[in-house]
């Protein structure tokens, strides 16, 4: 991994943090400063500030074991994965009413991150896999999540000077443009890609929110464009309630 912006402290507290999950309430301070050679004031300043940020405890025998900041953080890192499993769940029964491929994903920096989908048997397999990434401009998925960014954290993804991939002849190609249709989702409620991906594919998404009205993913469904006009009006309807109960159940796992 390239070092150039490395902050060598942040590597020490997560050595300490991986060496007291291994052995909680079993280490002191002169331990730690031994097994990972640490100078002894060095780790009295980090423990110091570790216990007051609450990502460790020190036992009554001067030991220390993990914190309950830890314990909140690892929560929600878990709860990601319930909205994967929630998301099988409920769009295993859209994608029959739709009887179209569903995805999800969540948003990183100008891409967007596939985490799963439902897929309906089809000749032609859409070529989004989890763990997959596209610029989020071109999908409806980024834009539906970008709609949600306020205008500072918006130009500092996109500043004026930002170049945007073209991957088809329809993507998007300027910023402005992007930004009237992301006004456009925010209304709305919903975004479109068409054919701006892919040549031949339309789609159609919406954001699922959590406790706190902030957009943490978003679903889709795509199809072929000769199809869309069929079907974009049933998928439009079925994606946006499918979002909204899985943001439904976000609000109450996190209540």
């Not at 999950?21 to 990972?36: W, Y």
């Not at 878990?78 to 029964?93: C, G, M, P, V, Y």
């Not at 975004?191 to 889709?220: H, K």
Request: with cysteine.
């Amino acid at each position: 991994m390239e070092k150039k912006y490395w902050v060598p402290a942040l590597e020490k507290a997560n050595d300490v943090l991986q060496l007291v999950s291994e052995q909680p309430s079993k280490l002191k301070l002169i331990d730690l400063s031994k097994q990972l050679g640490i100078n002894k004031s060095s780790m009295f300043s980090l423990l110091n500030t570790m216990e007051a940020l609450e990502w460790v405890v020190r036992e009554p025998e001067s030991t220390y074991s993990l914190g309950s900041k830890l314990g909140f953080i690892g929560n929600a890192f878990f709860k990601q994965f319930s909205l994967i499993d929630r998301f099988r769940k409920e769009a295993a029964i859209t994608k029959h009413t739709i009887q179209e491929t569903i995805q999800l994903a969540k948003l990183e920096q100008r891409d967007v991150l596939y985490l799963a989908k439902e897929e309906m048997p089809s000749p032609v397999r859409l070529s989004s896999e989890p763990g997959m990434k596209l610029p989020a401009h071109v999908t409806a998925l980024g834009k539906a999540m970008l709609a949600s960014l306020a205008e500072s954290d918006f130009e500092a993804l996109f500043p004026e000077e930002a170049l945007l991939p073209e991957l088809t002849p329809f993507t998007i190609k300027t910023r402005s443009e992007l930004k009237a249709q992301l006004a456009a989702a925010r209304a709305e409620g919903f975004a479109f890609d068409l054919q701006e991906a892919v040549m031949g594919f339309c789609c159609v998404a919406a954001p699922i929110r959590d406790a706190q009205g902030r957009t943490i993913a978003a679903i889709s469904c795509s199809m072929f464009q000769h199809e869309w006009e069929a079907k974009r009006e049933l998928a439009q309807r079925e994606i946006c309630a499918l979002a909204a109960k899985l943001s439904q159940d976000a609000v109450q796992v996190n209540s």
